[in-house]
């Protein structure tokens, strides 16, 4: 099976960094993946793990570490923009299809 | 630039109707997924499509069947809604690598 662990909620404040974690148990690993999703839209596409280490990407980069099953995303110069929820999604192996299991997502909030 | 329309944005029925969602992709992608999303339980796979008349169950099938007759379009039907079924649902095709959404439908079963 898949557990997909991440915190509800996180608050920070604008220019602030913070870093939202993921931490997963899953009968196997071909991937991790991070969503943005603001209130009331879809989620998009941020970054994509397959290997150990960091993944640049703009401003949002994500790492990975196979071995301690854990990802994060780490979030500098925080924006009231960057208020939403974040959701991390592992990818099954043999998985031609591309499912990914999801876990709940962590909103967060960006004060002034 | 991927596009994945969804039929409706927001739909009200009432329980035992027959309800369609529909969506579609210009993207050519093989396949396509079909999600809901509820406020605790976050996104819940119902069924998905890797090719056109191919299907497979999610994690949550009961309640809902699905249709693929043409590579674009995917088609979530509730032979007979329930109000448990009221939720935001998440229509995504997608590469082998990332899936791209659709807005979403935000439906109300009475």
């Known amino acids: 099976g898949q557990n997909i662990d991440q915190p509800t909620e996180m608050t920070a404040t604008e220019g602030a960094i913070v870093q939202i974690n993921c931490t997963y148990q899953t009968s196997g690993f071909n991937g991790l993946f991070w969503y943005q999703q603001h209130a009331g839209e879809a989620p998009t596409f941020l970054s994509y793990?397959?290997?150990?280490g960091l993944e640049e990407k703009g401003r949002f980069s994500s790492f990975l570490s196979r071995s301690k099953g854990y990802s994060y995303l780490p979030l500098k110069e925080l924006q009231m923009k960057d208020s939403a929820s974040y959701l991390c999604a592992v990818r099954a192996p043999g998985s031609g299809y591309s499912t990914l299991t999801f876990g709940k997502g962590t909103m967060l909030l960006v004060s002034p | 630039d991927v596009k994945v329309t969804q039929s409706s944005r927001y739909l009200v029925k009432r329980t035992g109707e027959k309800v369609f969602l529909e969506c579609v992709q210009d993207m050519d992608h093989e396949n396509m997924f079909w999600y809901r999303q509820d406020p605790g339980l976050g996104l819940r796979l119902i069924y998905f499509?890797?090719?056109?008349?191919?299907?497979e169950k999610g994690d949550i099938p009961e309640g809902y069947s699905v249709s693929r007759e043409k590579k674009e379009r995917f088609s979530l039907i509730l032979e007979s809604a329930s109000t448990n079924q009221t939720s935001m649902y998440l229509c995504?095709?997608?590469?082998?690598?990332?899936?791209?959404f659709g807005p979403g439908t935000r439906l109300t079963v009475t």
């Open positions: 499509s890797y090719d056109v008349k191919m299907k």
């Open positions: 793990n397959v290997l150990d």
């Open positions: 995504a095709s997608s590469t082998l690598y990332e899936q791209y």
